[in-house]
């Protein structure tokens, strides 16, 4: 999904909120490469699982939220949906059904071998075609070309998204070979990645009243900051 951002520094954030299953929260954000996540968890309700779990069993009741920042205009454009479907996936489908009304196909796999697990993607998108003043894509009766390219991407099989040997171009190819053109662009390495630093929770913290953060300081005067995303305890003075 972070290939549908347009500018350097744009970001994409998946939320979802639940109660009533494993996850209590699930946050996940995408800029220039970086990837990070989170998750909050009962960790007992996960050792006593049994193969795999639903989505309902993942989740409990809860809603599905995506935001898109764009950095070059400060705006910011949120969707939510509810968490339904078979997987997270489904839910995240679901939500350009209904917040973007763009026809899009999503397909994941994921794939444990022993401590490794590896997982991979593929999106499929109709391209808007200048929709402002015209009849919105979602209402069309037919579209042949859009049946056609998301029939032949709903076609690929979970272990092609995660075998080693398939390249991004040579999965391509299998799907698309019989096509007039095929464009493929310049690839960007995902790299985990945090955006937490020192300065950055300085700042935050700048703006709480100095009697809040009086109370935040240890017996050494010392404010510790932990990142939920990397797990690195930040040591602020104060």
Not at 40 to 50: C, F, N, R
Request: proline content about 2%; glycine content about 10%; hydrophobic content about 35%.
């Amino acid at each position: 999904m972070g290939s549908l951002l347009k500018g350097g520094g744009d970001q994409l954030t998946i939320q979802a909120q639940a109660r009533g299953g494993l996850v209590g929260l699930l946050v996940c954000d995408y800029r220039d490469g970086l990837l990070r996540g989170y998750v909050q968890h009962d960790s007992q309700m996960v050792s006593s699982l049994e193969g795999v779990p639903s989505l309902g069993t993942l989740f409990g009741d809860g809603c599905l939220t995506i935001i898109f920042e764009v950095a070059e205009t400060g705006q910011r454009y949120q969707g939510m949906v509810p968490l339904e479907g078979a997987t997270l996936t489904e839910a995240v489908q679901a939500y350009f059904e209904r917040s973007e009304q763009i026809p899009t196909l999503i397909r994941t796999a994921v794939r444990s071998d022993g401590d490794r697990c590896s997982a991979g993607g593929l999106l499929v998108q109709h391209l808007a075609k200048g929709e402002d003043g015209r009849e919105r894509l979602d209402v069309r009766p037919c579209d042949w070309e859009w049946e056609h390219v998301s029939a032949m991407a709903g076609s690929i099989r979970a272990h092609e998204l995660v075998d080693f040997e398939v390249s991004l171009e040579k999965l391509l190819w299998i799907l698309y070979h019989e096509e007039n053109e095929v464009r493929i662009l310049e690839t960007e390495t995902i790299r985990r990645g945090c955006r937490c630093s020192e300065r950055h929770f300085e700042e935050v913290l700048a703006r709480f009243p100095s009697e809040d953060r009086r109370g935040m300081r240890d017996e050494r005067g010392l404010i510790l900051v932990d990142c939920a995303f990397c797990s690195h305890v930040f040591t602020i003075q104060d």
